[in-house]
Each structure stands twice: as structure tokens, then as C-alpha cells.
């Protein structure tokens, strides 16, 4: 039996931790970051995965940093042979790296080298991938640039949004992660080094970075619209007040209006683009319910011919 800390944070992290529970080896430690405040009192909520430690009695432990001698010591008093990471949020220093004699393994959501750094599966959506995957990484103190130890594809289907991929990827990082541990710890695997001349990083998106370009082709705002949901949501306005397009489909059709303006053709309800048009599937308007564009054309017949704007 081995002990394991582990680190993570979001409700991607869940399905690994789960896993690693229902093995013989013993978690002496779960770090996750401080709770945050959330909903309209603002109170602070555990992290899922504290939520998660909680119910199967793990000890907890969330220091604002990994870089204090104080939290370094508290982590090799836990004395892990093996400390596995997914999605912590927090940077792991060269002091904590050295501490575990399997070292540390980052799960990580895309295929690397491809999409190094934040919001991979998000990236991956934008960049109009065929598929992305997990990757099972050795930590060193670059930004997920060690070598690799497992990976696993996955296909993205024409109609998955981030939120619709996160947990597909999650059980997919918990199956590779139960299959590959055994050959971690007994030191069967010999990490790959990564290629870094095919590294692609992506950078945090912003909330404001969801407004969409009418300018854009429909297939670059279609991809948007899915990676981008649930956050942070693309958006436009109509008639002043944000409008969030939840689902839709680029279409080659060729049209003489602007970009931007709303048009029916047959049954369907389209943007015109830079190129070709956005089919509106579901919208959602500001203090409003989500709703399929049928219904909301039902009781917004002005919609049709309207133009959407950035402002």
C-alpha cells in the first residue's frame, strides 16, 4: 500500500479523487483551494472536491500557497510516495515537487503537447479539434511541459460544448489514472518527453471575451458559442439587453445582409456572419429562461430583420 496526496480543486478533479478512494492505497492528504464566496449572501462554499474529502472522511489541507516553508514541511510530514494533481489551481515549487519518491503526475485535459495551460478542453472547442484526450504527465517546474507518462484520445462530437466534454474527460482522466497507477508506482513507465516545438498554449479567457464579432465567420462563432458554454457564455444584444446564444449551427448559406442581422429562411432562424450564418438553436435573454429560438420568435416576432450588436 502507497500512501497518495492529493490536489485538485473543481468538479473535474471529482471523478479522480473518487477513484483513488476505492483503491487500497491510503490518501494522506487532500489539498484543494480556500472556499470561496457564491450566490447572492456570498457565503463561502467548499470546493468540490473538500466536499468530496469531507464525505470520506480524508484530512484536508488548503494553504493560500505551496511556497511557504510552513506548508511546505505540513506536506512532507504527510511523507507521500506519490503526489497526483488535477486541476489544484495552485503552482507546485521545486521544493514540493522533490518531496515524493514517485514524484509528481498532473492530469491534464488535452492531448499535450497540444494546449498547454488554462481552460484546455475549452481550447480545444475553439480550435476546432477532432478530438482531445487526457494526459498523465510527470510534473517539472515548467507549465505542463514534463514528460509524459499516459494519454488517452477522446472524439468531440459536433455538438459538444465544454460543459458537455468536462465530465466526459473527468471519467476518462479516472479510468487512465486507476489503469496507470500501479505501473507509476512500481516505476514501470518511462516518461516521454513532450515535443515542445508542437506546444500550443491558450491563455484564461475573460468574461468580456464572449461578446461575438458578427464580422467572424459562423463556423469560428459556432465553435465560440460551444466553448464558451456555460461560461462565460457567448453573447450579443438585442434591443439594448444581452442576448446569450446557447446553441447553434454555422451554415455555408450565402446571404447579401450585413453581418449581424437576423433573417428566417424556411423554418430556420439565422445571424448573418462574415461567412455563411449562425442557425439559432437556444438563446437565452438578460433575466430571462433559456428557450429554443421557435418559441422565443413565438412571443418576439420583431426578432426577424432586427440587427444584433456589441453594445
Known sequence: MSHLVFMGTPEFA???????TRTSHEIVGVYTRADQPAGRGKQLQPSPIKQLALARSLPIFQPPTLRAPEH??????RAPDL???????????????????RGCVNTHASLLPRHRGAAPIMAAIL???????????????????????????????????????????????AELMIETLPRILVGEIAPQPQDHSRATMFKQIKKEEGLIDWTRSAIEIARRVRAFNPWPSAYTFWNGAPLKILRAEASPRKTDAAPGRVIQSGKEIAVTTGDGVLVLREIQLAGKRAMKIEEFVRGQREFIGSVLKNT
Not at 471529482?14 to 483513488?20: K, Y
Not at 521545486?94 to 515524493?100: K, N, T, Y
Open 14 to 20: 471529482a471523478p479522480v479523487l473518487d477513484a483513488l
Open 72 to 77: 511546505i514541511a505540513q506536506l512532507r510530514a
Open 127 to 173: 480550435a476546432g479539434d477532432a478530438e482531445t484526450g487526457i494526459t498523465l504527465m510527470q510534473m517539472d517546474e515548467g507549465l505542463d511541459t514534463g514528460p509524459i507518462l499516459a494519454q488517452r484520445a477522446i472524439t468531440i462530437a459536433d455538438d459538444d460544448t465544454t460543459g458537455a466534454l468536462t465530465p466526459k474527460l473527468a471519467n476518462l482522466a
Open 83 to 101: 503526489i497526483i494533481v488535477a486541476a489544484y489551481g495552485l503552482i507546485l515549487p521545486r521544493d514540493v515537487l522533490a518531496i515524493p519518491p
